[in-house]
């Protein structure tokens, strides 16, 4: 049988902000928005103490003051390199991996990888990078998610739950509102109410044929894998949220720089479309390599690296001469290379891209007959053969952001300080 | 895509071309893990640790006895030599004028990860 594993960082961004300073451990800590607008992440003591998320930061400055709250500027360049450390911690130990969103990963688990395994996994992100994680296991991606917020919601666990293990799997999922399952958003909810149906449990155990008449082909399908028969394959993604990914293991193992950009130029190019098509713009982009894990005669080495996007972009020609100066950053000679990949996130969506005072909106107009012409000239003659290469702008919005924490991990003027 | 060829003799050096040296390979054994820091002070000075370097820092690493390692302390992180006396843990500088740091048993420890190297600039 397959097996899935969901790793999710537990409050990443606020997690991210510990590890580099201490003085934040056992603090409530809030992240605010780009332009310092309003909340948009929190640790476990900012949660216990109400603060919701999407709460306006400049009305409740005081109120936070009063409550001793750490409110901090986000710090994408950090939580996207901390992302790209953690992703590329877990890679070498699983056959198969999908960065589903800055902070989640699903997992394919070998037959042995239980929940000892999870317990090791989770133990070495948590020394490597200082990031504590979730992991939930089950036979499909929806009860993965499902078993994840399980372990996270239950302090006993200690972040790792086995649904494969549990003695009665229907009990676990009585306790799970249909609201809460994945895929399943309060409208479909509402409408799963109306019919009787509360819990995952019910949805489980609900008459096929009504749950497709109600729901369409999405419910029916939510509805199959909360039956353990998986229907969403480990690259497969629904809409997407946050990110997406596109990776391949190779058909034989490739060595040659030359050889990984084109595959990683492929990979990126159908990003791009997968981003036009859900008229989204990403803000960051992630590279990685990996050797085989499982040849152990071979050397092995794991690494990815990432990029912020100043203007945020789902032009092809942007995203790919992004990705292959990250490759070339990371790509180190002599190994043999058994996968690469990419990933974007912090999309945002199309129409609400907000013109910087420099920008002209022709030049957009501009942009996006390129990237079509990019698109179709790649199409025809190969996908790395349009390449620019002059991404090394380093102007940067104009944003308010005072309360940023340093550029830990990707500036060498803003390093974390030891004191001796 | 075509690219100029000069025409002329072959350089005798091309069938031996290899890519240049990167010294992260050198430094960086697990990248996911590892992490620069900065340093503040001269407690290490003996250990050739001084003001302004750059700690190479592998957190994967478990730290033993005697090793360089980045600790949280009070709040900072510090940077000193591990030392386990008896039952007893030590943060040892290395210069005369700082005494050791003895943790005590309600402190927590929290070493934050093994520096592996120092990088020094000479000039």
Redesign the interface.
């Known amino acids: 049988m397959n097996r899935f594993a969901l790793v999710d960082c537990n409050n990443f961004y606020a997690s991210c902000e510990r590890v580099f300073n201490?003085?934040l451990i056992g603090k409530p800590i809030v992240v605010l928005s780009n332009n310092d607008g309003c909340v948009i992440a929190r640790s476990e003591e900012a949660k216990n103490l109400g603060i919701e998320m999407g709460t306006p930061a400049f009305k409740s400055e005081t109120q936070f003051k009063s409550l001793g709250v750490e409110v901090l500027s986000s710090n994408y360049a950090l939580y996207g390199d901390m992302s790209?450390?953690v992703m590329?911690?877990m890679r070498p130990h699983i056959p198969g991996m999908e960065v589903y969103s800055i902070d989640e990963a699903f997992l394919v688990l070998e037959e042995w990888q239980g929940e000892s395994f999870a317990r090791e996994l989770r133990a070495?992100v948590r020394?490597?990078?200082?990031i504590p994680v979730s992991v939930g296991i089950a036979p499909t991606k929806t009860l993965a998610k499902l078993a994840n917020r399980i372990a996270k919601k239950t302090p006993e666990l200690n972040g790792v739950f086995d649904l494969t293990a549990a003695s009665d799997s229907d009990k676990v999922l009585a306790r799970v509102k249909c609201a809460d399952i994945w895929g399943i958003g309060k409208r479909l909810a509402a409408r799963l109410a109306c019919g009787g149906i509360l819990t995952a449990c019910d949805l489980k155990h609900a008459d096929m044929a009504w749950v497709r008449r109600e729901l369409g082909v999405v419910g029916e399908r939510i509805a199959r894998e909360l039956n353990g028969i998986s229907c969403l394959a480990l690259e497969e993604m629904p809409p997407p949220k946050k990110g997406i990914a596109s990776a391949k293991s190779f058909g034989r193992p490739v060595e040659a720089l030359e050889e990984l950009e084109e595959a990683l130029a492929t990979y990126t190019a159908r990003v791009a479309e997968k981003l036009r098509a859900g008229r989204l713009l990403a803000s960051h982009l992630h590279v990685f390599v990996t050797t085989n894990p499982f040849n152990s005669e071979q050397s092995q080495y794991?690494?990815?690296a990432h990029i912020g996007l100043i203007r945020p972009t789902n032009g092809t020609s942007d995203l790919i001469s992004s990705a292959l100066i990250l490759l070339r950053q990371?790509y180190?000679?002599g190994h043999q290379y058994k996968k690469t990949g990419v990933f974007v996130g912090e999309l945002v969506a199309d129409t609400n891209l907000q013109l910087s005072f420099f920008d002209n909106p022709k030049n957009d107009i501009h942009r996006r007959a390129l990237a079509t012409a990019v698109d179709q000239l790649n199409k025809r003659l190969g996908q790395n053969?349009v390449r620019y290469g002059a991404m090394g702008t380093t102007q940067r919005w104009a944003m308010r952001q005072e309360r940023k924490s340093r550029r830990?991990?990707t500036d060498?003027n803003q390093?974390?300080?030891?004191?001796? | 895509m075509t690219a100029k060829v000069q025409a002329g003799f072959p350089s005798p050096a091309d069938d031996h071309m290899e890519k240049s040296l990167d010294l992260n390979e050198h430094l960086v054994s697990n990248p996911a893990a590892t992490f620069f820091v900065r340093v503040q002070g001269d407690s290490m000075k003996d250990a050739g640790i001084r003001g302004g370097d750059v700690l190479v820092v592998d957190r994967s690493l478990t730290a033993s006895d005697n090793q360089i390692v980045v600790a949280m302390l009070d709040g900072d992180f510090t940077v000193k030599r591990l030392r386990r006396n008896n039952g007893c843990v030590f943060l040892d500088a290395e210069n005369a004028s700082f005494p050791p740091i003895e943790i005590s048993e309600n402190q927590e420890l929290v070493i934050w990860g093994v520096v592996t190297f120092v990088i020094h600039q000479a000039r």
Do not use: Y
């Not at chain 1, 390093?415 to 001796?420: D, E």
């Open positions: 201490p003085k790209a450390r590329s911690t070495t020394q490597w990078t200082g794991t690494a990815g990371i180190r000679p053969t830990f991990t060498w390093l974390p300080i030891a004191k001796a």
